[in-house]
């Protein structure tokens, strides 16, 4: 008897996680960003090859590297991809904005290893939710899979003002607030706008959330 109480607000935040990675959209946009920080085993080039890009095509983004061939280790770089409209496989209603990076399998990897490449930026359970083939049986060799990364596209119903957001994975021990706190938003408005860019995130410490980065495409 108790259970349906305690179901329903499981299914509202289900809900709310659900449309703030655009959940139920019907297009996405030119231009999303995502914090990706560089492991010690990882370099620009490598990671602009996980997104199928120049790494000499992120430095608009990345103003703080002004000589992206020298960037300190552990730092975090902005890769900069579009954010499109895609469906889960076999259900083209249940729509979601993303990146979908291919990425070509290498013999014994699985979704746990493929995403441990992505800086948090994806989780196994989002990549085996978000591609055909089920965990146990990805085939082992020369087959690509989509990494699929969230991004967000802003949403007119709570502001016009921002179009380009960045997804940010919470590293550890950060939360919304301070996050934001590092990307200049800080008063009570503020934050309350970015509540509502990310609904059930005010509290976690970890899992993505979306911060306006700027009012308009560069
Ligand atoms: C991406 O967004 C969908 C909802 O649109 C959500 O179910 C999923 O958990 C999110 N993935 C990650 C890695 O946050
Ligand atoms: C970048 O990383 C890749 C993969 O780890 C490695 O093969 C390559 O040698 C590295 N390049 C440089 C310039 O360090
Ligand atoms: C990444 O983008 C954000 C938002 O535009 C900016 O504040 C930050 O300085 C950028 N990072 C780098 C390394 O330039
Ligand atoms: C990924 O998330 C785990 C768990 O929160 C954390 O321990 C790890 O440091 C994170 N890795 C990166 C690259 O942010
Ligand atoms: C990856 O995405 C493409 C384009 O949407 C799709 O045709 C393909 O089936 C997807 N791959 C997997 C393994 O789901
Ligand atoms: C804030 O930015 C600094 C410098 O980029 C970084 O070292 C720190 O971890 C960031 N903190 C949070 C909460 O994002």
Not at 34 to 44: D, E, P
Request: glycine share 8%; net charge neutral; charged share 10%.
């Amino acid at each position: 008897m108790a259970l349906p109480a305690l179901l329903a607000p499981a299914l509202l935040l289900l809900a709310a996680a659900a449309s703030a990675a655009g959940g139920g959209c019907r297009s996405g946009c030119d231009l999303a960003l995502a914090s990706f920080l560089i492991a010690r085993n990882q370099n620009l080039t490598y990671i602009a090859q996980l997104f199928s890009i120049d790494y000499r095509s992120l430095a608009p983004y990345n103003p703080q590297y002004p000589n992206l061939d020298f960037i300190p280790a552990d730092a975090s770089v902005n890769v900069s991809f579009p954010c499109g409209c895609h469906s889960l496989p076999g259900a083209p209603s249940a729509t979601y904005l993303a990146g979908s990076f291919p990425y070509l399998v290498r013999s014994g990897e699985t979704y746990e290893s493929i995403a441990g490449h992505f800086s948090n930026l994806t989780t196994p359970d989002w990549l085996a939710r978000t591609n055909s083939y089920p965990a146990n049986n990805i085939p082992d060799t020369g087959v690509r899979v989509n990494v699929t990364v969230n991004c967000s596209c802003g949403d007119p119903g709570i502001s016009t003002a921002y179009g380009l957001f960045l997804t940010y994975p919470l590293r550890d021990g950060q939360t919304l607030a301070s996050v934001a706190a590092n990307y200049s938003f800080s008063s009570p408005a503020q934050m309350d706008l970015l509540r509502q860019y990310n609904p059930g995130m005010a509290t976690n410490t970890r899992g993505l959330v979306f911060i306006p980065v700027k009012g308009e495409h560069l």
